[in-house]
């Protein structure tokens, strides 16, 4: 239940920080066109600094084209890797009785790659992804632990969640640290899942030998999206986790320090441009166009 309110705190947070970013894009080329700068007359110089910092909307800009661009383009991959699975048949005796005994609903598609793939997709109409490699090649408990494991990513509503953290994190690609703490919060994600599908499941055992031979069948093929086990959170780190031992996350000093350079530039540059003000009191970077309605 804690780890749920933490989720929802962070999208919550990660959603009003998107919304006011749109906010601040649109504000700017709005009060330009519907006059409403002119109508304020000496707080003119004011709001067009405040709303029209170069430094800040331009990255601000770079950064939507950039986490919308890469929103899209996985959108795309992913509907068209989702077209070479087929709707499950039943035809497999352990997978059904594990699929029967859960209380949850949900779709289920199956793929014939030998690869071992298994994750969910949807936000509404969830469905769990498996490949006959997985299920061949896990026995019954380890196949009940890999599909736990997805439900309780389902149940959670974790594709919806990391979606929008890692729009936030694309949105500020040029801050290091934030794709580091994202990719904390997916590390967490991982661990609850693995802990719920192994108390189901009657051991970490189960969940552990699933684990291991997921990943090591993926290393032995050319490729594979199993995201079961091939993550950004390593395996080893989840198999310790799961045997009750710390598990540490040291935070690298290099990208906090990018980061924090990166705000002091971002916070002088716009200091500086922002003072720029010209002798009729208008910010010297607006554009001719935006600068006559100051002197109007």
């Not at 004011?46 to 430094?55: A, D, G, S």
């Not at 899942?193 to 009657?202: N, S, Y």
Request: net charge positive; charged share 20%.
């Amino acid at each position: 239940m804690k780890s749920r309110r933490i989720d929802g705190v962070i999208a919550y947070s990660s959603i009003l920080v998107i919304v006011l970013v749109l906010v601040y894009l649109l504000i700017r080329p709005l009060i330009y066109l519907l006059g409403l700068c002119s109508a304020l007359d000496a707080q003119c110089k004011y709001i067009t600094t405040l709303f029209y910092n170069p430094v800040v909307y331009w990255l601000l800009v770079a950064g939507l084209v950039f986490s919308l661009g890469r929103y899209v383009i996985g959108r795309l991959k992913r509907s068209r890797y989702l077209k070479t699975f087929s709707a499950y048949k039943y035809d497999d005796v352990r997978l059904s009785k594990i699929i029967d005994g859960l209380d949850y609903e949900f779709k289920v598609f199956v793929s014939e790659k030998k690869q071992p793939v298994a994750f969910y997709s949807g936000i509404f109409r969830k469905a769990l992804y498996l490949s006959k490699g997985a299920i061949i090649y896990l026995d019954e408990s380890e196949l009940e632990a890999l599909v736990l494991h997805e439900v309780a990513h389902m149940f959670n509503n974790d594709a919806l969640h990391l979606s929008i953290a890692r729009l936030l994190s694309d949105l500020f690609f040029y801050l290091p640290g934030i794709r580091m703490i994202y990719n904390r919060w997916e590390a967490q994600k991982e661990y609850f899942a693995d802990g719920l599908a192994a108390k189901e499941v009657g051991g970490s055992g189960f969940v552990i030998n699933a684990l291991l031979k997921v990943s090591h069948l993926r290393l032995s093929t050319s490729r594979s999206v199993a995201s079961f086990s091939s993550g950004k959170t390593d395996v080893l780190k989840r198999i310790k986790k799961l045997q009750g031992k710390k598990v540490r996350h040291n935070l690298s000093r290099a990208v906090l320090v990018i980061t924090m350079l990166v705000i002091l530039f971002v916070g002088i540059s716009a200091r500086v441009s922002s003072t720029s003000i010209d002798e009729s009191g208008c910010p010297m970077h607006l554009p001719v166009e935006v600068n006559h309605v100051c002197t109007s």
